[in-house]
């Protein structure tokens, strides 16, 4: 890779390693680049220590082309022009959510006053009204359990 950086090919195997093609942005271009090198001093490891020496010092002559300006600035801004706006239609739909939720809490609250009231009635009542009253309870029950329902999808949607 660095030779091919050195002799400015058209083509760099950045591919052929995956330490290269990971650093393939940092390797030349708009960036500088640093080789830190370690040897060890131990006979054993002599021609090791040899070969990275001469690696190090044929990379040393690499001179990169001049850093370039990079124009990937507009493109930034127009994507940071379009999160913000994400953002605020995000909140929009929030405070919609939220709104749409009190209402809910609030009719729910009526259906449960309302069913309060109809249990008391219906203890009152005589067998014949009870009938009545029972069936107007298990109305208002499955009344109050629909609301009670899209009160709870509302809440979930909210926290999502």
């Not at 591919?15 to 093609?21: C, D, F, G, I």
């Not at 009719?107 to 009253?133: D, F, G, I, N, W």
Request: with cysteine.
């Amino acid at each position: 890779v660095m030779e091919a950086l050195d002799k400015k090919s058209s083509h760099v195997p950045y591919r052929n390693s995956k330490l290269t093609y990971c650093l393939q942005d940092s390797l030349g271009g708009n960036s500088r680049t640093m080789m830190i090198l370690t040897v060890c001093p131990s006979s054993s490891s002599g021609e090791e220590s040899q070969c990275a020496l001469q690696f190090a010092t044929r990379v040393r002559r690499i001179t990169m082309a001049a850093a370039t300006r990079n124009v990937g600035g507009k493109n930034l801004e127009e994507t940071l022009k379009k999160l913000r706006y994400e953002l605020r239609e995000a909140v929009r739909a929030r405070d919609a959510s939220d709104a749409e939720a009190k209402r809910l809490q609030g009719v729910a609250s009526k259906v449960q006053e309302r069913l309060t009231s109809t249990l008391k009635t219906a203890s009152k009542a005589e067998s014949e009204e009870s009938k009545s009253s029972k069936t107007k309870i298990t109305i208002l029950q499955r009344s109050n359990a629909d609301v009670t329902s899209k009160w709870q999808k509302e809440k979930h949607l909210r926290e999502e």
